[in-house]
Every structure is written in C-alpha cells, then in structure tokens.
C-alpha cells in the first residue's frame, strides 16, 4: 500500500484496494462519500462539492496507481 497515491483529506472515504491483473493495486474511494467530505470542511453545496470534484480531483491521472472512484446507486 506504499506505493499507491492517496488523497489528502479523504481517509474516511477508502473503500479498500483494487487490483486489476498486469495492472498495480490502486485505492479505491466512495465518491459520494468524498463529495459529502467537502461539503462538511468546506460547508459547500452538494452542486459546489461535485464540481470541484469532478475538475480537481477525479479527471487527476498519476499513473498506473492513480484511486478509483466507485459511484454507488443510492
């Protein structure tokens, strides 16, 4: 697991590691989880936390160890 990148201020929201075969193990994060992060520390709007999710931190890519995001049917 010290190889894989993580993101800052996110821990609650890891859902384990996904591994792919040929590919390295990744973190995998709940998404809603994390847009429910910054909207307690940052006291957004859900519309506000999603769009600064989805430009600064889910389009990132690192590499092969760049997280992945699971969106869950709720």
């Known amino acids: 697991m010290e190889d894989m990148i993580s ?3 996110f821990d ?4 384990g590691v ?3 075969h040929t590919l390295k193990p990744r973190l995998i994060y709940d998404w809603e989880k994390c847009v429910k992060i910054l909207m307690d520390r940052e006291e957004w709007t859900h519309e ?3 769009e600064w ?3 600064n931190v889910t389009c990132l890519w ?3 160890s760049t997280p992945a995001f699971l969106h869950t049917n709720d």
């Open 62 to 64: 690192a590499g092969e």
């Open 18 to 20: 996904c591994e792919v």
């Open 48 to 50: 506000e936390a999603i």
């Open 53 to 55: 999710m989805d430009f």
């Open 12 to 15: 609650d929201a890891i859902l």
């Open 7 to 9: 993101f800052d201020g």
